[in-house]
């Protein structure tokens, strides 16, 4: 975005909304439309099996396909998915970590089928690709989960992208450094300015000390270094938070880096707003939480985001439709061109009450920027489990508050009473629903690809792949030759799953404090003792995260409760199949099986662990879900058995502990 001078009109940012899914076709109709209503970027949603590295045949991928994004298996679908878009003139953001690489260079490889297509110069048309590959894996250690590599390995991925980006795609964004995420984990202001700061100083070590760029043009990556923040409804501390963000990088940039130009300092954001401020219960309130948080990015001219993305006001209820992202799409182009807020200089400089929470946020990021760095860096802050455990403590703090009152959502803890809701009203089918033929639709042509392609040329690229990764040589290249001669996606997260292997990230839970002195959970708790008194034994809880959904947020403060209320928890993290979760609730010999799913995949993935249960012998083990689960697919659940069904809208853990004491009670034949 250009910065003009104080007597022009500031240009608005860029307007995207987060979109995809079903099939490339499909997706590709919905990006068009949005194009057409005045929407200025493009931001693609992959579905779960593209962002972990698996095609749509896997047996992980049961359930998966297309429900949270589109799927991209090969450079056939990467054609389709921007059919009639020209990527030359197109400003592109990619939700995409640990296959950034790959998902680039299909990106790549098609912009040149393009260039070639219209005989244009190549090299001029990848040097006016502009947008973003996410990209940040350190986030998702901590937060989102779908991470495949070790955190080394990972690293060299993506110092390999920003290397060759910026020697070939110069105005590409090759990482967007993801604070979003944190925030959703947990992260106060502070912890969220401090831990992707931490994030952005190992890359930036990683890439100074790879010797593939020059220290002349540390500046270049720097500048094209961005970052992916949250704004939640505070938004006045929010928008504190970014000014104090934006002072921090300019003087990081500067002091470690030894970057002189001041714009190339910058710090240059995307934003969405607090997708888990939105609430299940009386979901039109929404919409002014989604304002009030565009505001907190949009207000101090100094600290403006430069790409905004909003939620739509169903997202706690489920997939939104083409009809909720236009009415987000409005909201931002109503305070962009209705408004006066262009018009003006920073409306915040010289405040006394805004400057003093900006140092306050500051004065605590270094002091926590100092702690990671004085570990080892944000990586070795991982492998510990330090930043993953505050993560989790932080978000305990936050639903402590929530459900005592202190902290109040509208509609939610406060202020229950309500209207029948007409945006919700019987027939006005408020959410988007994907239908089950597109897996099957997905799997079949996948295996059709496989049989048109040259194999010879895929199992020579892979081998080269796998050959090169053993080496300390710039993969990016070598990955493009896979997109060309028609890999997977699969088969190439494969290849390096081979060589660098996978990784399961530190849970936090174990680290997290207890709940003490909160008089429901110290009932609950007699409750629990009372009854491993009458059973003889423990009382074990089984949290699982079945599929590859990787938004553990809820799992873990399930697992954290029902520790406090005196379970013993058996929690393995996430990415699990049905029948390990069956294998390991059989052998901890546990007394109830909590299952939480937020991808959409609930139908196909929870009652195959209710089946395997049952298979195994263990079929009185009672089974319950939380997720976001429309009520018409809870009452299927139900009928298949699950005991219990958990949404948003059931907030209070430990009235939950509670209601899960009462069922092993009933389950054993206790009074």
């Not at 090969?74 to 950034?100: C, K, Q, V, W, Y």
């Not at 110069?121 to 973003?132: C, I, M, N, S």
């Not at 590409?172 to 604070?179: A, T």
């Not at 530190?506 to 959970?521: H, K, L, Q, Y």
Request: glycine fraction near 8%; aromatic fraction near 6%.
């Amino acid at each position: 975005m250009p910065y003009p001078t104080d007597r022009e009109r500031d240009r608005p940012w860029v307007m995207r909304t987060y979109a995809g899914h079903s099939s490339a076709a499909a997706s590709n109709e919905l990006y068009r439309r949005n194009l057409a209503k005045g929407q200025t970027g493009l931001s693609v949603a992959f579905d779960l099996p593209t962002q972990t590295g698996y095609d749509p045949d896997h047996q992980l991928s049961r359930g998966e396909v297309g429900k949270v994004g589109v799927p991209v298996s090969h450079i056939g679908d990467m054609r389709r998915l921007f059919d009639g878009i020209p990527l030359a003139e197109a400003n592109t953001s990619m939700t995409i970590n640990a296959p950034a690489m790959w998902l680039l260079a299909l990106y790549v490889s098609v912009a040149r089928e393009q260039a070639e297509a219209e005989g244009r110069d190549v090299d001029e048309v990848l040097a006016k690709l502009t947008g973003t590959t996410q990209n940040d894996i350190i986030k998702e250690y901590l937060s989102r989960g779908t991470y495949i590599f070790p955190p080394g390995p990972s690293l060299r991925l993506i110092t390999d992208m920003i290397a060759w980006t910026v020697h070939h795609v110069p105005k590409w964004n090759p990482i967007n450094i993801c604070s979003y995420h944190l925030q959703e984990a947990g992260a106060t202001p502070t912890q969220e300015v401090a831990y992707a700061l931490c994030t952005a100083i190992a890359v930036l070590d990683a890439v100074r000390d790879s010797g593939q760029v020059e220290q002349a043009d540390m500046a270049k990556v720097v500048a094209r270094i961005s970052f992916f923040v949250n704004a939640g409804v505070r938004f006045v501390e929010e928008m504190a938070k970014m000014r104090a963000f934006t002072a921090l990088w300019d003087e990081i940039t500067r002091d470690r880096y030894g970057v002189t130009d001041p714009k190339a300092r910058r710090l240059r954001y995307g934003v969405q707003v607090n997708s888990l401020g939105l609430t299940e219960a009386q979901p039109e309130n929404n919409v002014q939480r989604i304002v009030l948080e565009m505001l907190a990015v949009s207000l101090s001219r100094g600290a403006r985001a430069r790409a905004i993305q909003l939620p739509a006001w169903n997202e706690a209820l489920g997939l939104p439709r083409p009809w909720d992202q236009q009415w987000a799409l409005r909201m931002q182009q109503v305070l962009a061109f209705e408004t006066d807020l262009l018009e003006y200089e920073d409306i915040f400089d010289g405040s006394h009450v805004i400057q003093a929470k900006v140092d306050e946020i500051t004065a605590g990021a270094r002091e926590e920027i100092a702690r990671v760095q004085d570990l080892g860096g944000a990586v070795a802050a991982v492998e510990s489990g330090y930043m993953k455990s505050q993560l989790v403590a932080s978000l305990a703090e936050y639903r402590r508050g929530m459900e005592n009152g202190e902290r109040i959502l509208v509609g939610v803890n406060k202020f229950e009473t309500t209207e029948p809701s007409p945006l919700q009203a019987e027939g006005a089918k408020a959410i988007e629903t994907i239908d089950p033929a597109v897996e099957k639709a997905a799997v079949t042509a996948i295996e059709e690809w496989r049989t048109q392609r040259d194999n010879d040329a895929v199992e020579r690229s892979l081998a080269a792949l796998k050959e090169l990764a053993q080496t300390s040589e710039n993969l990016f290249e070598a990955t493009v030759d896979c997109a060309r001669a028609g890999v997977t996606t699969g088969e190439w997260a494969g290849a390096l799953r081979e060589v660098f292997g996978e990784y399961r990230a530190p849970t936090g839970v174990s680290a997290a404090a207890a709940g003490g002195g909160d008089p429901g959970v110290e009932r609950v708790r007699e409750r629990v003792r009372a009854t491993e008194a009458e059973l003889g034994e423990r009382l074990r809880i089984l949290v699982g995260k079945p599929g590859l959904d990787g938004h553990s947020n809820g799992a873990e403060q399930v697992a954290v409760r029902a520790r406090d209320v005196g379970f013993e928890v058996v929690y393995q993290g996430i990415r699990l199949t049905p029948e390990q979760i069956v294998a390991a609730a059989v052998q901890e010999g546990v007394h109830v099986v909590g299952l939480s799913v937020l991808s959409g995949s609930h139908l196909e993935v929870v009652p195959h662990v209710v089946d395997g249960l049952r298979a195994a012998g263990a079929g009185d083990v009672p089974v319950i879900v939380g997720g976001i689960i429309p009520p018409d697919d809870a009452a299927l659940l139900t009928e298949r058995g699950i005991a219990r069904v958990f949404t948003p809208k059931d907030y209070e853990l430990t009235g939950i502990m509670d209601g899960i004491v009462s069922l092993i009670r009933e389950r054993n034949g206790l009074s």
